[in-house]
């Protein structure tokens, strides 16, 4: 089988342009050589009709936008060429409506696209696959993760894990990706913290003090009860949930602002779970809380005596781990100004067809609407594509499936959104071909 295989790569490198390449089965990086050679293939399949799809699947992407042309058929059937294709066309289109692609791809503005839904819906595959189509239709287009839980890398077929920015190889436009630590994030956010929090306890202690010795006028005994109501143990121990992921995303748009970065003109975001993603939401209003109290505070000092400043002779890094904290504000302050611009900013729902599914979907987008995030698209992944020979199982899972997307079309929520059907496929979506060919299937 190795032999075979390493056969046909060798025969493939070798073709001339449009050369013929005769194979019973190609797999993806076959697929990939084939493109890069301008080789035709001719797979002749045999005559196991559980190998049609995955060739159909490998007729599209190698008929998308190459060269090459694809042919199938077997000794027994003849031509199967239109058959394949009807499969394809058949799984392809399952959909009432289309994703509106055309209006994603539309303007040179940056947009930022972010994809969330319950975990293992395939929100990474369909964020991928995005990332591929919009590079493919020139735009310069960055892919981040910022689930803990990345998959990324798995979904690309590429160590993405470094933290910094990777050029994906394959589509027509630079397509970058960027997996984020997310928790690691959060750390340095609690260093910036624990400095102010050393820093204000230890004047708390050295004004008590001095106001014990009535050295200090009630003015600044102010000061100090201000620095007694601070409590940022509290902030420390409990962090708001999806603190991470907002600094992330923070981090994200500060490198976006650079001049060496502004040629991305889509963003594709692959969120965190909907839990994190939503909590989020709500974060920059405990932030303008707890970093307010931290200003006012750093103003309060700053105006205070001389007398006053010779005691605080480490005022420079106060300042700095305050600065920090303020800059991060802001930063929160522009993600929560994003996620909710409708002019550039889209959240799409991942989901899949099961009753659990759906009802999460519903209270996902039912908060992103409170919220005044644009939610447009709701995204139905892994439907069974339509087949003439169900078993038991697959007619009962696709029965369950038909009585879940009745449930979104009438759900008060969930119903007002464009529904994108994608078809359950029978190859791993893994590597540029693959995500090019979902992308083509689910974001037409
Ligand atoms: N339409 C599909 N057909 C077949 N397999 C799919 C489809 N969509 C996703 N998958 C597969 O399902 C698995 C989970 O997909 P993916 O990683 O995209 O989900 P996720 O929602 O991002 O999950 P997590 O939250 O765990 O990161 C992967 O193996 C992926 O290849």
Redesign the pocket.
């Known amino acids: 089988m190795q032999n075979e295989s390493d056969n046909l790569h060798g025969e493939m490198q070798a073709a001339d342009d449009n050369e013929v390449v005769r194979t019973e089965n190609i797999d993806w990086d076959e697929l990939e050589i084939a493109q890069d050679n301008n080789v035709d293939i001719i797979t002749e399949s045999g005559a196991d009709p559980s190998n049609i799809f995955t060739q159909a699947s490998i007729a599209t992407s190698l008929c998308q936008g190459h060269n090459a042309s694809w042919v199938a058929f077997t000794e027994e059937t003849g031509n199967l060429f239109q058959l394949f294709m009807n499969v394809v066309r058949s799984v392809a289109a399952p959909s009432e409506a289309t994703a509106g692609f055309e209006e994603m791809v539309l303007g040179t503005q940056r947009k930022y696209y972010m994809l969330g839904?319950?975990?293992?819906?395939?929100?990474?595959?369909?964020?991928?696959s995005l990332a591929v189509k919009l590079a493919n239709n020139g735009h310069p287009t960055l892919v981040v993760s910022t689930?803990p839980?990345?998959?990324l890398s798995?979904?690309f077929a590429q160590d993405l894990t470094g933290g910094t920015l990777v050029p994906v190889d394959g589509p027509y436009s630079p397509l970058f990706a960027l997996e984020i630590n997310p928790e690691k994030q959060g750390k340095n956010f609690e260093v910036s913290v624990g400095e102010v929090e050393s820093k204000t306890s230890w004047m708390a202690w050295v004004l008590g003090r001095l106001q014990n010795r009535r050295k200090l006028n009630k003015g600044k005994g102010t000061v100090w009860l201000l620095l007694g109501e601070l409590k940022l143990g509290e902030l420390l121990n409990s962090p708001p949930p999806g603190l991470d992921e907002a600094i992330a995303i923070s981090k994200v748009m500060k490198f976006l602002e650079s001049q060496e970065y502004n040629m991305f003109t889509r963003i594709v975001f692959?969120t965190?779970?909907m839990g994190h993603t939503l909590r989020l939401l709500s974060l920059p209003d405990f932030l303008d809380a707890s970093i307010g109290k931290i200003l006012k505070l750093k103003q309060k000092i700053f105006s205070a005596t001389s007398a006053l400043k010779s005691v605080f002779g480490q005022q420079e890094n106060q300042t700095n781990a305050a600065d920090k904290l303020e800059k991060l504000r802001e930063r929160m302050i522009k993600v929560r100004e994003l996620f909710r611009d409708t002019n550039s900013t889209e959240f799409v729902i991942?989901t899949i067809p099961t009753v659990m599914a759906i009802s999460e979907s519903s209270r996902l987008c039912s908060s992103l609407k409170k919220d005044n995030v644009p939610v447009k698209r709701l995204v139905v992944?892994?439907?069974l594509p339509p087949s003439t020979s169900d078993c038991k199982f697959c007619a009962m899972k696709r029965k369950d499936q038909a009585r879940s997307i009745s449930m979104i079309k009438s759900d008060p929520e969930l119903s007002s959104l464009t529904m994108i059907q994608?078809?359950?496929?029978?190859?791993?979506?893994?590597g540029v071909p693959a995500l090019q060919f979902?992308g083509d299937i689910?974001w037409k």
């Not at 319950?118 to 964020?127: H, Q």
């Not at 994608?422 to 893994?430: G, T, Y």
């Open positions: 839904g319950k975990g293992g819906v395939g929100k990474t595959s369909c964020a991928a689930d839980a990345h998959s798995d979904s692959d965190a779970p991942v992944n892994q439907i994608a078809p359950l496929v029978d190859v791993e979506i893994r979902l689910v």
